[in-house]
């Protein structure tokens, strides 16, 4: 929804009236209490789980409550969902309304990844399956996120008025912020392995190190020749029986790939897939078990591609800060182009134990070796001297997704918004001298 965002429909003035109002900071009541603690919990879960493999039991269990006792301030799963979500959104709207106080553009995004990201504030809804609601409750939650989008894209256009934030494209600047805070509430999950305060400070500490200069010593732009779509299958012999199936998997997984990161997994049916596919569900079960095969299939050819792409970047780039930006180039080329690896999603622990270690430990060596590759160019004179670790498993955010708000018809090419992803990634968003 929020690719219909146009960054120029609303000034700073108006974004923020059509907020929602900051609330009131008054004691709350023993329902409201319980009711963010409902909320939390639930959230915790549909981010961990995934929205389908987390039943109102499950909730209940982890709250220590009475499964009737849920029904008290929802009616279902859908409306609990809803909740979440929407409590979201109106956190990011009233931490937007407060960072606008601030005295520049700048100043601004500072405080608001400075609030959105607090370590002691509990973990927000990734929101990632607009389509497990209904009608108006996604219209309502679409609205919402496209209003936090201009607010966000506000601040930086005034940065860029006021002389604290570089030139840059306010939308895709913006879209990598939003990014990195929703990837922020997932790494713990698919790379540390921790969730403690002390990490998260590690974490907050290093997203505004990025936002502010980047990792590139050099305030040059980026250059990176590669070509996402090299990766891509190459012609195949069409009378070999062997590589024809592949061939129809390989275009099984790159379509339900594609779905799976513009509307989420769970929101996105087998179904809508065959239909994008122009085939028929027995196309599907002819190669696979079921969605959750499916869905394991597709996260093994992500990361297939992405340590391809990470092996092309090792020997190919010039520094350590070449090396880990082509990685970041080629991944959002990627996921705006026709490769379109499956990006990590909410409902990890929903694949089986032995699928999720595999794919966990593939997503650390990743980490491990960007964090190396930065390593590299600190040594070199490359990159800045920063906590490579926590900057090698936060960068991925940005570019995480894309594939939710790029539409179809966008006027940028892939190559466009990779050099912006990896600009943002390189020389932060700060002027060359913060405000």
Known sequence: MSGSVDPNAMSLSDTHADMPPTKGRGRPSKRQLKREALLDGATALFNNQGIAGTSLADIAERLGLARASIYYYVNDRSELVFQCYQRACERTADDLALASQEPNGWQQIKTFMSMSLAPDRPPLAVLNDLGVLDASQAEIIGRAIDRNTNGLIAFLKEGMADGSVRPCDGEVAAQCLFGITAWAQMTPQWVSGDSSQKYRRRLLSAVLSIIDHGIAIERAP??????????????????????????????????????????????????????????????????????????TRCYERGFDLFEKIAEAARTGGKSGLHRVLIISHLNSQGQVGLLTPLMPQPGLEALADDHRGTLTRRARALSRLASQLIDEGIADGSCRPCDSLMVAQISAGAFSRLRKWVPDNDPRTPRQLADEVTTFLGLGLAADFPG
């Open 222 to 295: 980026i250059i990176c020749t590669l070509d996402a779509d090299s990766f891509l299958p190459g012609p195949i012999n069409a009378f070999d029986r062997r590589e024809a199936a592949e061939l129809k998997v390989e275009q099984l997984l790159r379509t339900a790939s594609d779905l799976f990161n513009r509307y989420g997994i769970e929101a996105t049916s087998l179904d809508q897939i065959v239909s994008a596919l122009g085939a028929s569900k027995a196309v599907i079960y002819h190669y696979l078990k079921d969605k959750s095969d499916l869905v």
